[in-house]
């Protein structure tokens, strides 16, 4: 199995309260990526990382920011939490872009309840 | 925006009966991916085709992609409960530049259950 941690795993916030998520890799991948899962949407994406530092926008970016400081660490941030923002979300890693035919390998997902 | 349509939504069958999955855009992709997920985990990949007309087999999953790359099946024969799961495909458009960052479409996702 690929190398991938996210921590907390469960988190229950309230509504405007700062979450942040962790997503560690120990596979030396250069892009990293951070989805959310909701029921009846797939996998959408969040930001994305191609290396330290180097992070653009994905569709559903709005009231998530994030940051890359090192190669094997990619932070999600909601800066102030929603009900909207309830999800299940999941970092993910590849080698190659995804475009590439490059395989994402992802992580078991950190499920974040706001109240 | 780019959409993957995938159908159906749920799918619930007995053991031993032969099943499709189907993945339709009306955008190109540059490859197609087939992962599975288990309740609890992330997403695993299954297979990846590339070039139109593809057709790749894993065991049971046989796996196409439409000649002009825009839609993709999966086909189980004899499914098993152990193929129980959420199917989901998604499509590369490479988006190039200095990011070369090849942007996947998820569809919805396709949540299979078999019985025993």
């Known amino acids: 199995d690929a190398g991938i941690t996210q921590s907390p795993r469960h988190k229950v916030t309230e509504t405007g309260t700062p979450v942040t998520l962790r997503c560690h890799q120990t596979?030396?991948?250069?892009?990293m990526y951070w989805y959310r899962q909701d029921p009846g949407h797939g996998l959408r994406l969040i930001h994305y990382?191609?290396?330290?530092?180097?992070?653009d926008k994905g569709e559903v970016s709005d009231g998530y920011s994030v940051s890359r400081s090192k190669t094997e660490d990619f932070l999600l941030t909601l800066e102030s939490a929603t009900s909207s923002q309830t999800s299940v979300y999941f970092c993910?890693?590849?080698?190659f872009g995804g475009g590439n035919t490059g395989e994402l390998f992802f992580g078991e997902g950190s499920r974040l309840t706001v109240l | 925006t780019q959409l993957l349509e995938q159908s159906p939504q749920f799918l619930s069958i007995q053991e031993g009966e032969n099943l499709t999955v189907y993945c339709n855009s009306s955008?190109?992709?540059?490859?197609l991916q087939w992962y599975r997920q288990e309740p609890g985990e992330g997403p695993v990949l299954l297979v990846t085709?590339?070039?139109?007309?593809e057709v790749k087999k894993l065991k049971r999953l046989t796996f196409q992609f439409g000649d002009a790359r825009k839609d993709s099946s999966l086909h189980i024969t004899a499914a098993q409960p152990g193929d129980t799961g959420l199917y989901l495909c998604?499509?590369?458009?490479?988006?190039?530049?200095?990011?070369?960052?090849?942007?996947?479409?998820f569809g919805q996702g396709t949540i299979l259950t078999v019985h025993p």
């Open positions: 993910a890693i590849s080698e």
């Open positions: 596979e030396n991948h250069r892009y």
């Open positions: 990382s191609y290396g330290v530092k180097d992070t």
């Open positions: 955008s190109v992709f540059s490859s």
């Open positions: 085709v590339v070039t139109g007309g």
């Open positions: 998604a499509g590369a458009t490479w988006v190039g530049g200095g990011t070369s960052y090849g942007k996947l479409t």
